[in-house]
């Protein structure tokens, strides 16, 4: 190749980088110019609020002359609406699809489900579906997230949703909620189970109160945040199961256990902690691959004759798995 050859070839070359380098600006520039004014975009936040009657669910109370005619008269105000009954209808399905917010489940003493949304209309999306059954049971679907719009860089995001659930309503948790944080308070209802997949947050999970009933199966799937679970005893589920990637798992087993459980908790790439009741009778087995374990049980021998027993299977990869 001759020398004016060569240079030809080295001059086409440097037009050529030059040429994918100018490109490779023009694409950036264009998009810091979308993402600019997506984050300039005037938000159109607004509040609702809507409320369901769920098939076959009827809250009855207590009139002030029936008061007057029973044993605890002296000790309830007339006044007072006191619930007869704690559970009724078939009962259905809460299904929840939240994604990119601040979400919430609280008892109510109300009769209808309700939900209390404040977002922002332009990029997001509430929807509610409620189906039922010919045999009286229902299914009630909650969904929020995006509009499908293209969101660079973050933006703002300040949307809540609260779920108010009725004491006595009888229903299953099912569904996912991701990309955020959650607060879901089910003590004092009537869960028959849950069954939930938890994303990419900061997620609870708790039981302040005893349930109506003993639960059928409590269920996570979670990864990529933290998960915190509390007093789950006071909802005695007879099986539990709980999956967790990359993140932290937190179990708290303490509570008002009524029923024995089998428990199986699977971790990796993350940390993994039991806490468990000093009340029950405890058989567990925890293993470890490429990770620390560590137990602490309760003495055996203080355990009350009788009480429930919890039979722990727990197993983590990469990370720590602890009970105490």
């Known amino acids: 190749m001759s020398e004016k050859e060569s240079r030809g070839c080295l001059k086409t070359g440097l037009l050529g980088c030059l040429g994918v380098f100018g490109l490779g600006v023009v694409v950036m520039l264009g998009l810091g110019g979308l993402a600019f004014l997506d984050s300039q975009r005037a938000v159109e936040q607004v509040t609702e609020e809507t409320s369901r009657a769920v098939p076959g669910f009827e809250r009855r109370t207590a009139t002030a002359e029936q008061l007057a005619d029973a044993e605890t008269v002296e000790t309830v105000p007339t006044s007072l609406e006191l619930p007869v009954e704690t559970t009724q209808g078939a009962g259905g399905t809460l299904e929840l699809d939240l994604q990119m917010g601040e979400f919430s489940i609280v008892p109510s003493d109300g009769d209808e489900i309700e939900v209390v949304a404040d977002y922002d209309q332009g990029r997001f999306a509430l929807e509610e579906e409620l189906v039922e059954d010919g045999d009286g049971r229902w299914r009630y679907r909650v969904s929020f997230g995006n509009k499908g719009r293209l969101r660079l860089f973050g933006g703002r995001v300040d949307n809540r949703v609260e779920i108010r659930v009725p004491r ?13 944080q959650s607060e879901l308070e089910l003590g004092g209802l009537s869960p028959q189970l ?3 997949e938890l994303r990419m947050g900061d997620h609870r999970v708790s039981f302040a109160e005893p349930t109506a009933e003993p639960m059928e199966s409590f269920d996570l799937e979670a990864s990529m945040g933290s998960v915190r679970v509390a007093d789950l005893g006071n909802g005695s589920p007879r099986s539990i199961s709980a999956q967790h990637r990359m993140g932290e798992l937190r179990m708290g087993l303490e509570g008002q256990w009524l029923t024995d459980s089998d428990v199986r908790v699977r971790c990796s790439m993350g940390e993994c902690g039991v806490r468990v009741p000093d009340d029950v009778n405890i058989d567990s087995r925890a293993r470890v691959v ?18 429930p027993t919890l039979r722990l299977d727990l197993s983590g990869a990469m990370g720590e798995v602890s009970v105490r």
């Open 168 to 180: 006595g309503l009888r229903f299953a948790l099912v569904g996912e909620v991701g990309m955020g």
């Open 194 to 196: 849950v069954d939930l």
């Open 290 to 307: 490429m990770g620390d374990k560590s137990e602490r049980l309760p003495d055996a021998t203080e355990v009350p004759a009788g009480a």
